[in-house]
């Protein structure tokens, strides 16, 4: 969280986005080796910490260079196909590093994703620099000299309504949604202590397996539809998910209510990134402003499981359930009554 908002800031300013998402990748790459070599207290803490670091611009250097390369008017798409390739990646190395930690080691799972820094490090260096525009990258798609881009002022940001609507709308789906599986992890420990493991890979594996399949699609209706009408199925997904979990138990009927998860991730993965976008277009301050709801959306991940554990612990596991549902209730009905549709957004509201 604390890296977000300067990194942020290093993004806009930064003429070579490919040098730190360059740099990025190598810090991962580094703190895997760190943890498979020295496996002590210490080093893996500190490894930890520069990995963390690297969610500050890794990510949204990535977003950056695509806004870059295609612009506002072809973002939608890329971003999809994006998350097609993100999710596609991650289900190849679900897989991969669950053969090597059962026939190897953990050890030989942290080598591995080391040397994956290789091939990252070649698809990075396979996109030409003179081919990212520099103000498009920053949310300043007029800027055509070798000179810094006009910004708004920091302060202008917090002028941006639907900017801060939008990310008080994430803080709260992540409030919900970074708890929703620990606590049915917990569940099923007690009820399905055999089958445990496998229903959960399974909950973890299907809703990336329909983000895959689905993210191209949502990109494309994204700027067919619109922004707001796949931001109201994304969130409206949320709380029916809470609902279903705090009254079914049977582990097949869970796997399906968890394609609901695909669902909103697919809608955020691709619609975050092209939201605040479209909200800083001219501004000169997109990257600062991913930083900023992603800080504010990671405060709410980071106070989840505290929170609704200590609520299901109270309550019960359906009680959890239930109100996890209800502040997702919330987080649709600000979206439905204050945020408004972005797609032809020129200025920020």
Request: proline fraction near 5%; hydrophobic fraction near 55%.
């Amino acid at each position: 969280m604390l890296a977000q908002l300067p990194g942020g800031t290093l993004l806009d300013v930064a003429r070579s986005k490919r040098l730190l998402v360059a740099a990025g990748t190598v810090m991962v790459g580094v703190s895997a080796l760190i943890i498979a070599l020295w496996p002590q207290f210490v080093p893996v803490s500190a490894a930890l910490m520069f990995q963390a670091i690297t969610g500050g611009f890794l990510g949204p250097g990535i977003a950056a260079m695509s806004l870059g390369l295609v612009g506002h008017d072809l973002l939608p798409e890329r971003l999809g196909r994006n998350q097609r390739f993100s999710s596609t990646g991650s289900l190849i190395a679900a897989g991969l590093f669950g053969l090597l930690g059962y026939y190897l080691s953990n050890r030989d799972i942290l080598l591995t994703t080391a040397l994956f820094v290789l091939p990252a490090l070649l698809a990075v260096a396979g996109i030409r620099a003179s081919d990212i525009h520099f103000g498009r990258s920053c949310g300043a798609p007029d800027h055509h000299d070798f000179t810094q881009p006009p910004r708004v002022l920091l302060h202008a940001l917090w002028k941006n309504h639907s900017l801060l609507i939008f990310a008080s709308c994430l803080f709260l789906f992540q409030l919900v949604n970074a708890s929703i599986l620990p606590l049915m992890a917990g569940t099923l420990g007690h009820s399905e202590a055999s089958s445990s493991a496998l229903v959960l890979s399974a909950l973890v594996i299907v809703p990336q397996i329909l983000v895959a399949l689905w993210a191209p699609w949502m990109g494309r209706q994204a700027k067919a539809w619109g922004r707001r009408p796949l931001l109201l199925i994304g969130f409206g997904a949320l709380p029916i998910r809470a609902l279903l979990f705090s009254v079914i138990t049977d582990p097949v009927l869970l796997v399906g209510v968890q394609l609901l998860d695909g669902v909103s991730g697919t809608v955020l993965g691709v619609l975050q990134a092209l939201v605040i976008a479209d909200l800083t277009r001219g501004t000169g301050r997109f990257n600062l402003a991913q930083g900023l709801v992603g800080a504010v959306s990671g405060v709410g991940a980071s106070l989840s499981t505290t929170l609704f554990g200590l609520i299901a612990q109270t309550l019960g596991r359906a009680g959890g359930f239930l109100i996890m549902a209800l502040v997702g209730c919330v987080a649709f009905a600000i979206v439905w009554a204050l945020m408004p549709e972005t797609k032809h957004s020129v200025r920020p509201a």
